[in-house]
């Protein structure tokens, strides 16, 4: 045995928090409106609105979605993924990512005319819409494989003079937004499906800096002593 541990003498660098790239609201704007009639605009709609990762959308089924509850909602059950050349459908990453999302009125509508769209699709190739049917579809009427949603973003980028962010960048970019609307950090740790604020402070603390701005203003509105 040695008298002592030699990690124990190590020093370990740094942790360095690299900020999150995220887009702004022009450029969702953009994105929104450069998607609009093709079937990218939907999935790409539905990341902006609820934060999800790539494999919790496309591993969304109808029977996970509740259009018709008081408050409409989606559950995030499981997740598909591309994993040595095969896809896999694996459960969320950690308990808390298994989670309902709300609905806003306008993304209940955006469903339902997605709906409607995906039911014509798979009616064109003869098949009949089930709840255990994937919601995301390509206009071919087949759910896209994980990677390959991936390549058409980028290429949806490029052809349209976007600048290149990773597909996860729009939930940065749903996290961002948020925080900048005032909406609380727990609702916003719920919805990303992290089990603690400490992840979203963490991550997305830049965004702060503009509240914190706003917070010292206010404090000179209300005290007011000019």
């Given at each position: ?24 609201e022009d450029d969702v704007r953009k994105i929104l409106l450069c998607a609009k009639g093709s079937d990218l605009y939907f999935p790409i709609y539905l990341l902006i609105h609820t934060g999800m990762r790539r494999g919790e959308l ?54 339902q005319r997605y709906r409607i769209w995906a039911k014509e699709v798979l009616l064109r190739y003869g098949k009949i819409q089930s709840l255990s049917d994937f919601v995301i579809i390509r206009e071919d009427g087949r759910p896209d ?82």
């Amino acid at each position: 045995l040695i008298p002592d541990n030699p990690c124990s003498h190590v020093n370990l660098p740094p942790l360095v928090h690299h900020e999150v790239e995220a887009f702004d609201e022009d450029d969702v704007r953009k994105i929104l409106l450069c998607a609009k009639g093709s079937d990218l605009y939907f999935p790409i709609y539905l990341l902006i609105h609820t934060g999800m990762r790539r494999g919790e959308l496309l591993g969304l089924k109808w029977e996970n979605v509740h259009l018709e509850e008081e408050h409409p909602y989606i559950d995030i059950v499981q997740t598909r993924l591309s994993a040595c050349g095969k896809e896999v459908i694996d459960t969320p990453k950690t308990e808390s990512s298994k989670r309902k999302i709300y609905l806003s009125s306008q993304a209940k509508k955006e469903f339902q005319r997605y709906r409607i769209w995906a039911k014509e699709v798979l009616l064109r190739y003869g098949k009949i819409q089930s709840l255990s049917d994937f919601v995301i579809i390509r206009e071919d009427g087949r759910p896209d494989e994980p990677n390959n949603f991936t390549r058409r973003w980028n290429k949806f980028l490029e052809q349209n003079g976007i600048r290149q962010l990773k597909l996860h960048g729009l939930r940065h970019t749903c996290a961002t937004m948020l925080l900048k609307n005032n909406v609380d950090i727990k609702t916003i740790s719920n919805r990303l499906g992290h089990s603690d604020t400490s992840m979203v402070l963490n991550v997305y603390g830049h965004s702060l800096d503009s509240m914190s701005q706003a917070a010292a203003d206010t404090m000179d509105r209300i005290m007011n002593i000019s």
